[in-house]
């Protein structure tokens, strides 16, 4: 799908195939949305993209395929490669898909098999930091009510006198 950008400045260097959006940065392309103070673009001979935006924090937001459900992630830098669908998040980043949160120094997201991968970059745990994960628990379907239970014991019961 077509890439679509808007920013306050943009560099656009045709030999070099790279692109340098800065000032309130936003691509869209498909479901995917990206915020940023700055966004570079490089284009890969094949015509695949390799975006790196940079902010406090950057952002993306991206549909989830065949769900109404959004998985949203913020970092200090954010890089989208086109080709493998991978965002990754780095500083202290954070993602969320529905109600579940992961957060660490590094996240990478695989929006083709929907895959997350959180950890600490080397060098900058203190052993206290870590990476931490919120896990929802699954909404399961609701157990009848009892008083429709019990009116259905009744009906099935003989009628007579009471």
Do not use: W
Not at 55 to 77: C, I, L, M, T
Not at 85 to 114: C, P, Q, W
Not at 131 to 154: D, H, N, Y
């Amino acid at each position: 799908q077509p890439m679509r950008l808007e920013a306050n400045q943009v560099n656009i260097d045709d030999a070099r195939q790279i692109s340098t959006f800065s000032g309130n940065v936003s691509l869209t392309q498909g479901t995917l949305n990206i915020q940023a103070d700055t966004l570079v673009v490089v284009e890969e001979a094949d015509g695949a993209k390799l975006g790196t935006a940079t902010g406090r924090p950057a952002s993306f937001r991206q549909k989830r395929e065949g769900s109404d459900e959004n998985v949203e992630g913020y970092g200090e830098r954010i890089t989208y490669d086109t080709r493998s669908e991978t965002v990754e998040l780095f500083g202290g980043a954070r993602m969320k898909r529905g109600a579940d949160e992961v957060s660490g120094e590094h996240i990478t997201y695989n929006s083709r098999t929907e895959i997350f991968q959180a950890r600490n970059l080397p060098g900058t745990a203190t052993g206290k930091e870590r990476v931490r994960v919120i896990i929802q628990p699954r909404k399961e379907a609701a157990p009848a009510a009892p008083e429709a239970e019990s009116r259905t014991l009744e009906s099935s019961q003989p009628a007579g006198p009471r």
